[in-house]
């Protein structure tokens, strides 16, 4: 069982910043990609940013150049850097990984989320 635990959410005013992190834990034998959703209330969750274990990243349009994904592979650990937050980025931000345990063959993981809120 792997297990993901996310924080540094809150409140942020508009064009301000946040940055979230999510450490994952428990028999890992292999992770092959960690990433952040978000859920808006009343909309899907829906991709926001992904690293690969080799560095390679992927973005939601809605977020390019403003927020940046990075890893620390030692540690089993997932950051999101967001920068010039605006309204709409307001939603519970959960952390997902893609990875392979001793008894079970690759499976999705999912953090409990965390809220990000960007209001004046």
């Known amino acids: 069982q792997v297990q993901l635990v996310e924080s540094g959410g809150g409140l942020v005013q508009p064009g301000g910043s946040l940055r979230l992190s999510c450490k994952a834990s428990g028999l890992i034998s292999s992770i092959y990609s960690m990433a952040w959703y978000r859920q808006a209330p009343g909309e899907q969750r829906n991709l926001v940013a992904q690293i690969t274990m080799s560095g390679r990243t992927k973005y939601a349009d809605s977020v390019k150049g403003r927020f940046t994904i990075s890893g620390d592979n030692a540690n089993d650990t997932v950051y999101l850097q967001m920068n010039s937050l605006k309204s709409e980025d307001t939603a519970v931000y959960y952390c997902?990984?893609?990875?392979?345990?001793?008894?079970?063959?690759?499976?999705?993981?999912w953090g409990q989320g965390t809220q990000v809120t960007v209001s004046s």
């Open positions: 997902n990984a893609e990875a392979q345990t001793p008894e079970v063959a690759v499976y999705d993981y």
